[in-house]
């Protein structure tokens, strides 16, 4: 147990279905990631947000939309997505994004999603 | 741009040996470089965090190492176990903030 959560743990979606995936954690940390992990590849850092601004955008398609309400919740909606789209979601937290500090990074379990 | 490399993609061996993961990166501006170990269709686990300034760290059986001049670590597994087997992750925080990962290495204890 990490202290980051994720929910759903698995989707199955239509091409023309929109959703959302949900993650919290309970660390009391600034900033929280979205990453992208599909099959035979690295992870793929997809947002970043920084107390609850978002600070990186890694050229991600609009069909994918963050949003992070406060610094304990962030969520990834979902619309007109691809095939190509299914991998692991995994969100991710840290004490803080800029700066020399550790900043270790804490996942939560991940969701799997598979589009079809 | 940096990149992150592991070695060997695959490793299995008998339980009890001590084993040896490699990562490498291609800039050594770093902030610091992170080991995580992922089960099966799981999340990450972090299991030892070095920073910049660091040479090592040690974590009960893990002895993570790094020569951050020849953009090198090492993850030693001591004694290892069939409970180990999982894919092992490096990566490296670089001076913008954000992890960069390698592929990581499969590993497999058998009994």
């Known amino acids: 147990e990490t202290g980051v959560t994720q929910t759903p743990r698995h989707l199955v979606m239509g091409m023309t279905n929109k959703k959302s995936l949900k993650c919290e954690q309970h660390l009391g940390h600034n900033a929280m990631y979205w990453y992208k992990q599909s099959a035979k590849k690295p992870l793929e850092l997809m947002f970043v947000y920084s107390l609850e601004e978002r600070v990186e955008n890694n050229s991600v398609p609009s069909r994918f939309s963050p949003e992070c309400p406060n610094s304990s919740h962030l969520f990834l909606h979902l619309h007109t997505l691809q095939p190509e789209d299914s991998a692991l979601y995994l969100c991710?937290?840290?004490?803080?994004?800029?700066?020399?500090?550790?900043?270790?990074?804490?996942f939560g379990p991940g969701t799997r999603l598979t589009v079809t | 741009k940096q990149e992150v490399t592991q070695i060997p993609a695959a490793l299995s061996v008998p339980e009890g040996e001590n084993l040896v993961l490699n990562c490498s990166f291609t800039?050594?501006?770093?902030?610091?470089l992170q080991w995580f170990r992922q089960d099966p269709g799981k999340g990450l686990t972090s299991l030892l965090l070095?920073?910049?300034?660091?040479r090592e760290q040690t974590s009960g059986r893990l002895n993570a190492s790094l020569d951050k001049s020849s953009g090198r670590s090492t993850l030693y597994i001591a004694a290892s176990q069939p409970g180990d087997s999982a894919t092992y992750l490096c990566?490296?925080?670089?001076?913008?903030?954000?992890?960069?990962f390698g592929q990581g290495t499969e590993l497999s204890v058998k009994p």
């Open positions: 800039d050594s501006a770093i902030y610091n």
């Open positions: 070095i920073q910049s300034s660091q």
């Open positions: 991710a937290s840290s004490q803080d994004f800029l700066g020399r500090g550790a900043y270790e990074q804490y």
């Open positions: 990566a490296v925080r670089n001076q913008g903030g954000k992890l960069i």
